[in-house]
């Protein structure tokens, strides 16, 4: 059983920042990945930023690159995301994603046993 909760979002001016955090209540299941992936209008789900395990290897969607950093409390299941430099076209809700055995920005490839938060909303004003 695992549950997600995810916090952190708000509203902000272009250019501006805001930190997202998950914490992750775990039990009998041992999470490999976690991330965040958002959901925008007209657009489904897409991956935003994973972190394995390891804490060390981080992916990122080619739009956050260099603006956004995901980092990971092992220790306290938790996850933060940094974001920086925000856009217009960051609104959207954010979820925290966690998966027992894959990594990956691809909504196709983590496909089932993929559990998620209740989505925070951020929104970026021009």
């Known amino acids: 059983q695992v549950q997600l909760v995810d916090s952190g979002g708000g509203s902000v001016q272009a250019g501006g920042s805001l930190t997202l955090s998950c914490v992750a209540s775990?039990?009998?299941?041992?999470?490999?990945?976690m991330g965040w992936f958002r959901q925008t209008p007209g657009k489904g789900r897409e991956g935003v930023a994973v972190?394995?395990?390891?804490?060390?290897?981080?992916y990122y969607t080619n739009s956050v690159k260099g603006r956004f950093a995901i980092s990971r409390d092992k220790t306290k299941n938790t996850i933060n995301l940094q974001m920086n430099d925000l856009k217009p076209d960051d609104t959207g809700i954010y979820y925290c994603?966690?998966?027992?055995?894959?990594?990956?920005?691809?909504?196709?490839?983590?496909?089932?046993?993929?559990?998620w938060g209740q989505g925070t909303q951020v929104t970026v004003a021009s």
């Open positions: 994603m966690a998966h027992p055995t894959r990594c990956s920005l691809s909504m196709s490839v983590l496909s089932r046993n993929t559990y």
């Open positions: 775990v039990t009998d299941v041992n999470i490999y990945c």
């Open positions: 972190i394995p395990t390891d804490g060390e290897t981080t």
